[in-house]
C-alpha cells in the first residue's frame, strides 16, 4: 500500500471547497482537508500554491494526425495560395524524391483571396513529390496530380486536385500508407504527451476505416495508459460492431459519417450553403448525406445486440435530422429506456433547432462537441457566416442551450482540426458568439471532465472525492487570478469573449489513477 500526500494547493472538490491538500492511496483518493489535518504519508509532494482539478477529457481526437501534424507541415498560418505554395516547397527540399509531403490546416475562409492553387501547382512546387494537404476540417485536401488521379471515378473527384467525399478518402489512404510503423507510432508517442502535459488524461479517439486503419487503432489501444493518457477508441463502420469489439474499441461510433463538414461544403443542410459554388459539376448546394435514417436504425440495434456503444458524425441539420429519425426508429425496437441506457453518442451536432435538442434528450444522446469551433469559425464575419449566413451562423454550436434542458454534453477537440486545448475550450464554451447559448464556467469545465469520463462509461472518474481514482491535474495559475476556476476571473472584463487575451493556467503535473503521466519539473 502505497500513500502519497499532496498539500500546500488549492483542491477544486465538491465535497471539501476549502481543502488544500489530498491523499491517494494505491490510485485513489482517500482523504482531503487543510494541510493540517493531514494523516502520514509514504510520500508527500507540495504544491506551492497550485490549483488541483480533475484531469480533463479530449472526447474527440486524431491521435496519429495530431502527432504527424506537429512534426510536419503545418498550413494553419497561410493567408493564401502563394503562401502555401512557399511552405510545400520549404517542406519538400528536406524529403526523398520518392516521399509524401503531408500537410494539414489551411483554411481558404481566412484568405482575403480564397483562390485555391491546382494540382499542377503543387507539383511544381513539391519538385514532382505526391502532396496532400488536408483543410483544416480534415474533410477535403488538395492533392497533386499523381496522387488526386488515385480518386479517379469516385464521388468528390475533382480535376483540379481539391478533393471530398469517397476520392478523398481513398487518396488519403494512400498518402497515409507512405507512414511507416515507426514514424506512426512516434507520432502517437508525440500526440499523447502533448495531451499529459496539458492536463489531459483521457481521450477518446476516433478511428475508422475512412479515417485511419485497425493497424492505427491497436497500436494506440497499446500504448493507453503506460505512462500516458488513457484512449479510449471508437471505430467508424457502419454495421462495424463486432469490428469494434474485436478491436478493442468502446464503440461503432465517432466518425461514422452522416455527413460532411462546413468548410469542405459538404456537411447536409437543410438550406443551401451561401457560397456554393454554380460551376457545372460543383458540389450540390445543400452538402451531403452518407447514410439513411434506415442505415442508422440499424447499425444502432447491431451495437446493442453487441453491447458497444452506437454513434455517428453529424454536422448539418439535415444529416442530424436523419440520424435523430434512425434512433427514434430504433427506440420503437428497443424501447426508449434501453436505448437511453446504451448511452450512445453523436459528434458535433453544429446545426441543430429546439426539436432536435429535445430529441437528444429523449433518446440519452451524448452530445461531444467542439467548443473552439464556434471560437475559430462563429460570428458575423467567419467561416461559419460565410457558408451560411450571419444568422445561421450565430445559430449554430448551441452548447448552453443544450446544457440547460439536461443533454449530457462531452467536449472535444478534433484535434488537429483544432489544437487539444481544454482550459481554452471551457473559456470559448462560457463566452459563446451567441449570448443565449454561453456556458457557466462550472458547467463548461465539467463537461470537459467529468462529461468525457461519463461518455466513454467511466462514471467513477471525474469529481476529487473520496473513493474516486485519483486522477487530476496540478495548474499553475497566471499572477491576480484566483479562485476555484480561475477561468471565473478575467484580469480586464472588458476583454472577455471568445478571443479573452487572459492567460490561462498552466500544467504542472498530470496524475492518472494515482500514476504520474506528466510532470513539468522532468526532462
Request: hydrophobic residues 45%; contains cysteine.
Amino acid at each position: 500500500m502505497t500513500r502519497v500526500l499532496y498539500r500546500g494547493g488549492r483542491i477544486h472538490s465538491p465535497t471539501d471547497p476549502h481543502a488544500t491538500a489530498l491523499l491517494t492511496t494505491d490510485g485513489v483518493v482517500t482523504w482531503l482537508g487543510p494541510d493540517a489535518d493531514a494523516p502520514p504519508a509514504d510520500r508527500t509532494v507540495p504544491l506551492d500554491g497550485c490549483l488541483v482539478t480533475p484531469a480533463f477529457v479530449d472526447a474527440h481526437v486524431h491521435l496519429t494526425q495530431t502527432g504527424l501534424a506537429a512534426t510536419g507541415l503545418d498550413l494553419s498560418s497561410a493567408r493564401s495560395a502563394e503562401d502555401l505554395l512557399g511552405a510545400v516547397a520549404a517542406a519538400a527540399r528536406d524529403l526523398p524524391s520518392d516521399a509524401v509531403v503531408l500537410g494539414h490546416g489551411w483554411d481558404e475562409s481566412t484568405w482575403a483571396d480564397p483562390s485555391l492553387p491546382d494540382a499542377a501547382a503543387l507539383d511544381r512546387a513539391a519538385g514532382g513529390r505526391m502532396v496532400y494537404l488536408s483543410q483544416a476540417s480534415m474533410h477535403s485536401a488538395l492533392c497533386s496530380a499523381a496522387l488526386a488521379s488515385t480518386g479517379t471515378g469516385h464521388p468528390g473527384y475533382h480535376p483540379s486536385g481539391w478533393l471530398r467525399q469517397e476520392a478523398h478518402h481513398v487518396v488519403r489512404a494512400r498518402a497515409f500508407a507512405s507512414v511507416g510503423p515507426a514514424q506512426r507510432r512516434a507520432a502517437q508517442r508525440a500526440a499523447l504527451r502533448r495531451a499529459a502535459s496539458l492536463g489531459i488524461a483521457a481521450v477518446h479517439e476516433c478511428a475508422g476505416p475512412g479515417t485511419s486503419s485497425e493497424d492505427d487503432l491497436l497500436g494506440l489501444l497499446t500504448l493507453a495508459g503506460d505512462q500516458a493518457p488513457e484512449v479510449y477508441g471508437y471505430w467508424g463502420e457502419l454495421m462495424g460492431a463486432r469490428k469494434a469489439k474485436e478491436l478493442g474499441a468502446a464503440g461503432a461510433a465517432g466518425d461514422l459519417c452522416a455527413d460532411g463538414a462546413l468548410g469542405a461544403r459538404t456537411a447536409h443542410l437543410r438550406e443551401p450553403y451561401r457560397d456554393a459554388p454554380a460551376a457545372p459539376g460543383a458540389e450540390p448546394a445543400h452538402g451531403h448525406a452518407y447514410l439513411t435514417s434506415e442505415q442508422v436504425r440499424d447499425h444502432v440495434l447491431d451495437c446493442y445486440e453487441v453491447g458497444v456503444q452506437a454513434g455517428f458524425h453529424a454536422i448539418g441539420d439535415a444529416a442530424i435530422a436523419t440520424v435523430l429519425a434512425g434512433f427514434a426508429a430504433a427506440a420503437e425496437k428497443l424501447g426508449r429506456e434501453r436505448l437511453r441506457a446504451a448511452r450512445p453518442r453523436v459528434e458535433h451536432l453544429e446545426l441543430l433547432d429546439s426539436g432536435m435538442i429535445a430529441a437528444l434528450v429523449t433518446y440519452g444522446i451524448v452530445a461531444s462537441v467542439q467548443p473552439a469551433f464556434d471560437r475559430l469559425w462563429g460570428g458575423e464575419h467567419r467561416m461559419y457566416a460565410q457558408r451560411l449566413g450571419a444568422d445561421r451562423a450565430l445559430a449554430a454550436n448551441p452548447f448552453g442551450a443544450m446544457h440547460a434542458v439536461g443533454v449530457s454534453l462531452a467536449f472535444g477537440s478534433d484535434s488537429p482540426v483544432t489544437p487539444m486545448d481544454p482550459w481554452g475550450s471551457v473559456r470559448a464554451a462560457m463566452w459563446h458568439h451567441n449570448p443565449a447559448y454561453r456556458m457557466s464556467a462550472r458547467a463548461a469545465f465539467a463537461a470537459h471532465t467529468r462529461g468525457g469520463w461519463r461518455a466513454a462509461g467511466q462514471e467513477q472518474h471525474g469529481a476529487l472525492v473520496p473513493g474516486a481514482p485519483a486522477t487530476f491535474a496540478v495548474w499553475h495559475t497566471p499572477a491576480g487570478l484566483d479562485g476555484t476556476l480561475p477561468v471565473l476571473l478575467a484580469a480586464d472584463p472588458q476583454a472577455r469573449g471568445p478571443h479573452d487575451p487572459t492567460p490561462l493556467p498552466v500544467c504542472r503535473r498530470t496524475v492518472l489513477r494515482g500514476q504520474t503521466i506528466f510532470d513539468a519539473e522532468q526532462p
